[in-house]
């Protein structure tokens, strides 16, 4: 296994190709991890969820950690999107982002759930836009590429544990 960090270039392009995240947020000392749909549009991720818990701390504390990943037999690689949460509120001068947010929204089928499915027994809760502005990202991808390592003077046997 051969491990590289990514470009920037190349930790947008698995942003914009992929759309499941595993949002992080923290309240009182108290990481809360959940997986979330969102979208790129330049400096933002936009997202699409219910009131409920993630945005209760998000409003508390607006600083978000989102991880993607993709997985293969021969390769992975992951991104780390290092942000702050922005709600995108029902007022005049947030109306260009909701519209822009909804326009991503609807590339997907079905975009609404799992968000605002209610859960059992309980009413249904209120839809909450909201955007990660990204202030950093960060990534790193693996290769079983034995050829690769033997070039840049790694043995082929240095991945496995000893």
Same mark, same amino acid.
């Given at each position: 296994?051969?491990?590289?960090d ?26 809360y991890?959940? #997986?979330?749909? $969102?979208? *790129? ?13 993630? /945005? @209760? ?45 909804l ?10 759930? #799992?968000?605002? $499915?209610? *859960? ?13 502005? /990204? @202030? ?27």
């Open positions: 296994m051969v491990i590289h990514m470009t920037a270039q190349e930790c947008r392009a698995m942003l914009a190709r992929s759309n499941v995240a595993h949002l992080a947020c923290v309240h009182e000392n108290q990481p991890i959940v #997986p979330i749909h $969102v979208d *790129l549009d330049h400096e933002f991720l936009y997202g699409f969820a219910t009131q409920g818990q993630k /945005i @209760d701390w998000m409003r508390h504390n607006p600083l978000v950690c989102l991880e993607m990943d993709e997985f293969s037999p021969d390769q992975w690689a992951s991104v780390l999107v290092f942000g702050r949460y922005e709600e995108l509120l029902h007022q005049p001068e947030y109306q260009d982002s909701r519209r822009l947010a326009r991503l929204f609807e590339r997907h089928p079905m975009w609404w759930q #799992p968000a605002t $499915v209610p *859960l059992a027994g309980q009413a249904q809760r209120a839809p909450v836009a909201f955007r990660i502005r /990204i @202030d950093r990202v960060t990534g790193r991808r693996g290769s079983n590429d034995a050829g690769k390592a033997r070039l840049q003077g790694i043995p082929s046997d240095a991945s496995r544990p000893g």
